[in-house]
Each structure stands twice: as C-alpha cells, then as structure tokens.
T-cell receptor, first 119, second 110 residues
Framework: DTGVSQDPRHKITKRGQNVTFRCDPI?????LYWYRQTLGQGPEFLTY????????KSRLLSDRFSAERPKGSFSTLEIQRTEQGDSAMYLC?????????????????FGAGTRLSVL | GQNIDQPTEMTATEGAIVQINCTYQ??????LFWYQQHAGEAPTFLSY????GLEEKGRFSSFLSRSKGYSYLLLKELQMKDSASYLC???????????FGDGTTLTVKP
C-alpha cells in the first residue's frame, strides 16, 4: 500500500491559465475526495466520487472547476481560467466503503496535496 | 448546513494532558473524525467516533455525544512533536461529504 499520491506537489501559474492535478488513491479504496485548504482554515469539501460516479459536488465550486475519475481509479481536477483566489492547497483523500478487502470503513486518508500559486 | 466550532489556539506543557473541544451542528451525521496536521503537511487520521462514548487509542482518546453535538480529543503525556493543528470533521449521512472545522493549533512548551 503506497498511500494516496498527488501530482504535482507544487504548481505556479499565471492568471487565466488552465491547470490540471492528478490524484492516485489507495488501490483498494472506491471513494475519492477533493478538498481545498487555505492558510489557517480547515479543508473545504469540493467533490467526491464513488467508483467512477461523481456523487456530490460543493455548491461553492464554480463552473471553472471540473473533476473526473473515468475508470474508478485515479482522478483529475481541472481549473480553467485560474484566478488569484484559486491559490490554495488542493488535497485528495480516499476511503473504503467497508467492502471486503477495502480496509476500515469511511476513514479518509489524505495525499500530500498540490500547492497552487496563481500569479 | 453544517457548522463546526473548535478553539483557534491552545498551549500546554510537555507531559501534561490537554482536551480539545469540538461542537457541531449538521443536517446529517455519519461519524466524527479527528485529524492531526503539521504545518505544510497533509492531515493524518487520529480517531473516529460514530457512537456515543469514548474511543481510546494509546495517548489519544476521543469522546462523542451526538445528542449534544459535542466531541473532544484528549491528548495525554504530551510530547513536543504533538505541536500541530487538530482538525475536527463531521461526515454526512451517506458518508460522503465531510465538513471540517478550522482546526485548533496546539503548542506544546517544555
């Protein structure tokens, strides 16, 4: 078990550019979550997938944000036309639904995050 | 909606015991989590309560009262490495969305 991995770890971009982040969850986990965290605050929920289905999406998420998990394994988060307010740490987490071989139910394990800076 | 409240900062002495409180108001509940987060790092799982009562795990214990919308994390025999932010999070009914508090920054002094 290699844990949740995220790529890249850091991304610096200019305002108006598009960026894409990748998350590889723990292999036995069927649930995958994206969060955003700014300094001094807790992680803010963005969206979550169960297998390949996107089951919930925050109302705070603008149309510039889109996430996919096409084969129920890795996921990508894309931000179009980035704004300075998008600067944050983007965290991915995965969890098991409690099915056989998936490990303890509902505990979310986080990746190291992708730190985005929009200039 | 969901609202999670926890103190912003706490200070304690090495070797002592500290209790970090968390109160929540949620539209659904399927469990309460505590995470530890060191500066610049990802949150790491500490404990999970879904039923009322105390869960003990080594130096860390967590308590839940669903009727009061209240939890606490108890850290015993504090060590310097326990200096970190402690996040309280509540998961909604279908165990999907989790709402996090803004964290309690604990400073352990010699």
């Amino acid at each position: 078990d290699t844990g949740v991995s995220q790529d890249p770890r850091h991304k610096i971009t200019k305002r108006g550019q598009n960026v894409t982040f990748r998350c590889d969850p723990i292999s036995e986990h069927n649930r995958l979550y994206w969060y955003r965290q700014t300094l001094g605050q807790g992680p803010e929920f963005l969206t979550y997938f169960q297998n390949e289905a996107q089951l919930e999406k925050s109302r705070l998420l603008s149309d510039r944000f889109s996430a996919e998990r096409p084969k129920g394994s890795f996921s990508t988060l894309e931000i179009q036309r980035t704004e300075q307010g998008d600067s944050a740490m983007y965290l991915c987490a995965s969890s098991s639904q409690g099915l056989a071989g998936g490990g303890p139910k509902n505990i979310q394990y986080f990746g190291a995050g992708t730190r985005l800076s929009v200039l | 909606g969901q609202n999670i409240d926890q103190p912003t900062e706490m200070t304690a002495t090495e070797g002592a015991i500290v209790q970090i409180n968390c109160t929540y108001q949620t539209s659904g509940f399927n469990g309460l989590f505590w995470y530890q987060q060191h500066a610049g790092e990802a949150p790491t799982f500490l404990s999970y309560n879904v039923l009322d009562g105390l869960e003990e795990k080594g130096r860390f214990s967590s308590f839940l009262s669903r009727s009061k919308g209240y939890s606490y994390l108890l850290l015993k025999e504090l060590q310097m490495k326990d200096s970190a932010s402690y996040l309280c999070a509540v998961t909604n009914t279908n165990a999907g969305k989790s709402t996090f508090g803004d964290g309690t920054t604990l400073t352990v002094k010699p």
